[in-house]
């Protein structure tokens, strides 16, 4: 890996920057009250390989890879060279009304080729949101030309994760984010998640998924088959906490979906390029949707885009009985966003990171969080390649919560974990890591002993929990 010799040293004043933040900055996802009332966010400044440091000079372990998104690391000269080379050459252009760039034609043959089967077309944007906007305007539009206008009605799960737009947070099953406003919009049914800890504990894996399944099937019926446009989902949740399905449920959506005529669109902006030991989500799974929205690690963060890939089925639709798709942004297919993406996935290709998550650092993460298994704070430890979770719970063989209700315990045990330099987040009771995927066996078990640590330091305030 090559790293900038030199970081530009800029002198920055921490006090004033943090009065500003506060002062005219609105940070995403954030609660504006107590970022007051803390006197500012933390500030990041600079990166390196798998760590980061904010503006007090602290050093983090990255957890996270940003958020679930920078695979290969931070520093990479070269997608600063070829952003730059591209800006000079062009750093603009448009794709609306009958036009294209190289870049962009470029990543659409690569990832075309990368993701092979049938789905050989890619609408890019700028982000995960509205890849998933995307799908959901293509798939009404699918329908309504092949004839049936009716079939316009969404399935997803109950803490799926599909982004922040009007859209995306409706198919998102995040009861938080529809009370902030009339979410979510018509025309999606939320179904149980295949979230075995929380909500077949105890039951057998199978049983638990036939239900979970069959959950989709009575709503499908309840509805009308002949209503349902699609069913969507990530094939391991992300942001609502790295649910890992039984192995059989893919296959089992896939054989529901084609029984009744009903497109299966698998969100892998999280799942996508290597994270789960495979090129996809639904690779590691073995089934094969009829489109994939994809963001994140596709550029590794590295520059905003995201990419919808669609069936040629669909495709030839819209070429037979379409007229103009009206559906774009001003930054679909981004000429500088493109060629970064094309040369990210160079570097995961040269360095087999994606072989090296499924046979070398994703068994190593399994194997170092057993670890943590006979904890007494522990209730499970899981993870598919670089994606994990581990479970706090109040009681050692339960899934009993602190405080008797989700959500409590996770924050106190993650603000440790940050407190001791590592990057990880607490989504309800659970601490997730999703590493980078250059991420060292060395660093895997700093990652983990962290964590471990974290626990006891945590403890005394867990047990304060009423
Ligand atoms: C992050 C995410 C999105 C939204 O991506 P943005 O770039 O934040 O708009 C959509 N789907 C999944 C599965 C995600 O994890």
């Not at 077309?121 to 009716?150: C, Q």
Request: net charge negative; hydrophobic share 40%.
């Amino acid at each position: 890996m090559n790293y900038p010799l030199q970081h530009p040293i800029r002198n920055y004043d921490p006090v004033e920057l943090r009065r500003l933040d506060v002062a005219h900055h609105l940070p995403a996802q954030a609660d504006y009250g107590v970022i007051r009332d803390m006197g500012g966010s933390r500030i990041v400044t600079r990166a390196e390989g798998c760590s980061f440091w904010d503006i007090d000079g602290k050093e983090y372990l990255d957890g996270m890879a940003g958020l679930w998104c920078v695979g290969v690391g931070y520093g990479r000269t070269e997608l600063a060279e070829v952003a730059y080379r591209q800006m000079l050459e062009l750093p603009y252009y448009n794709t609306f009304f009958k036009t294209a760039n190289v870049p962009a034609v470029e990543l659409a043959a690569k990832l075309a080729g990368i993701i092979g089967g049938d789905l050989q077309h890619i609408f890019f944007n700028s982000s995960g949101s509205e890849a998933v906007d995307t799908m959901f305007r293509l798939v009404r539009y699918y329908w309504k030309l092949k004839g049936e206008p009716w079939r316009n009605i969404f399935i997803a799960r109950r803490n799926g994760y599909h982004g922040s737009t009007v859209a995306g947070a409706s198919l998102g099953g995040m009861s938080a984010m529809h009370a902030i406003g009339m979410l979510p919009v018509a025309g999606i049914e939320h179904v149980m998640q295949p979230y075995h800890f929380g909500e077949g504990f105890g039951e057998d894996v199978e049983a638990f998924c036939n239900r979970a399944v069959q959950d989709i099937e009575d709503r499908i019926l309840a509805v009308g088959p002949h209503n349902v446009a699609a069913f969507v989902g990530e094939p391991i949740q992300g942001a609502g906490g790295v649910i890992i399905p039984p192995e059989s449920y893919w296959p089992k959506v896939e054989a529901l979906c084609r029984k009744y005529g009903i497109l299966m669109v698998c969100d892998e902006v999280i799942n996508g390029f290597g994270r789960t030991g495979t090129w996809f989500g639904h690779t590691t799974y073995g089934v094969k949707p009829d489109i994939i929205t994809m963001a994140k690690q596709l550029s590794s963060g590295y520059a905003p885009i995201s990419a919808t890939a669609v069936s040629s089925e669909i495709v030839e639709v819209l070429r037979e009985k379409g007229g103009d798709f009206v559906h774009g942004f001003t930054y679909s297919g981004h000429p500088v966003a493109c060629a970064v993406a094309l040369a990210n996935l160079a570097i995961i290709e040269r360095e087999g990171l994606v072989e090296r998550t499924g046979t070398d650092t994703g068994p190593y993460l399994a194997q170092a969080l057993k670890r943590l298994e006979g904890h007494p704070l522990v209730g499970e430890v899981r993870s598919k390649g670089l994606l994990g979770a581990v479970e706090i719970v109040a009681e050692p063989g339960t899934n009993k919560r602190f405080g008797g209700k989700e959500g409590k315990a996770g924050p106190i045990v993650r603000d440790a974990c940050i407190e001791n330099g590592l990057m990880v987040r607490g989504i309800r009771d659970s601490i997730v890591m999703c590493p980078p995927l250059i991420i060292s066996h060395e660093q895997i078990d700093r990652m983990v002993d962290t964590i471990a640590k974290s626990l006891e330091d945590a403890w005394p305030k867990l047990k304060a929990i009423v």
